[in-house]
């Protein structure tokens, strides 16, 4: 009888540690739960925290899929921008549509298309990606950015184009509402950014 009391005694004392154990196991937090710190998560990490310009990304496109980029894009205002690393007169205006993307980055869209690619057998399109990349990293271009993969000259006759520099400028209606080039500029009246694209996009951002 006392051997049963005993052994009734022991398995009562045995079953409320258990429990109180298990309790504990099941309100202790899991650190796989727990909720993340905000603060941590919201700071830029990787490449892009060190340096901005890893943010600049270039996508190889023909003329038909460039549009298609810009047509994704109505509803709102875009300034597309045909350049090319090896004129001058190109990349000395660039800076300027870096700026026109500072100001005006909520409102409208700013795109460049690269027309490097001259058709060279032994210089495929994808060959002046390092330059132009190097170029748009530079002058921090974290817009969209296009290398065309047709020839520059071919491009030039299908748009009835003299040559670059170049600037769209589509009105939300997806249209063109503008071209600047300087197919028939005077002597030292070529078209700016400054002078010209900025005051007509901000008449357009105004209507």
Avoid at 56 to 80: C, F, P, R, S, Y
Avoid at 174 to 201: C, L, Q, S, W
């Amino acid at each position: 009888m006392f051997r049963f009391l005993w052994a009734a005694l022991l398995f009562s004392l045995w079953a409320i540690l258990g429990c109180e154990s298990n309790s504990q196991t099941v309100t202790s937090p899991s650190p796989k739960t727990q909720e993340p710190d905000k603060s941590v998560l919201s700071e830029p990490v990787g490449d892009a925290a060190k340096n901005p310009a890893a943010a600049v990304a270039l996508d190889l496109k023909n003329w038909d899929e460039t549009l298609a980029l810009v047509a994704w894009h109505k509803g709102k205002i875009v300034v597309l921008d045909l350049w090319s690393t090896s004129c001058e007169p190109c990349t000395v205006e660039f800076p300027h549509l870096v700026e026109l993307h500072k100001q005006h980055g909520e409102k409208l869209v700013c795109m460049s298309a690269s027309c490097d690619y001259a058709g060279i057998k032994s210089k495929p399109p994808e060959s002046y990606r390092e330059r132009v990349l190097a170029f748009l990293a530079k002058q921090n271009a974290t817009f969209p950015n296009v290398l065309l993969n047709v020839e520059s000259d071919v491009l030039f006759e299908k748009l009835e184009l003299a040559s670059i520099p170049a600037v769209y400028v589509f009105g939300a209606d997806g249209k063109v509402a503008k071209r600047f080039d300087n197919d028939h500029a005077k002597p030292g009246e070529d078209f700016t950014y400054a002078k010209d694209i900025m005051p007509f996009v901000e008449k357009l951002l105004a209507e």
